[in-house]
């Protein structure tokens, strides 16, 4: 007794393609929309050599540079200000 293999043939029409690519696509669409990254967060830094450091709000704008021996607030893009701290006391 001789097997004979028969050989499947598929029957594809354009709306089943079309279906599959859809429910692909929402598939895909779901799976990004829940795995949300926030990125990076909301203060930026930034090193200007070894004696101070720049540190951005990226939500309101708000700009601070702290070095070794002062801190000074330079305010927002709508509301500037230069108000400089010494850090390190007076000494006589």
């Known amino acids: 007794m001789e097997q004979t293999k028969q050989r499947h ?4 029409n354009f709306k089943d393609l079309l279906i599959g690519f859809l429910l692909g696509l929402c598939l895909t669409l779901l ?3 829940t795995s949300s990254d926030e990125g990076p967060g909301r203060y930026r830094c930034a090193a200007m050599g070894d004696d101070s450091v720049f540190i951005v709000d990226s939500q309101t704008g708000q700009t601070w540079r702290l070095g070794r021996a002062e801190t000074c607030d330079y305010g927002t893009p709508h509301n ?3 108000i400089c701290r010494s850090l390190m006391p007076m000494v006589e």
């Open 31 to 33: 799976v990004a929309a």
């Open 80 to 82: 500037r200000k230069s």
């Open 9 to 12: 043939k598929w029957n594809l």
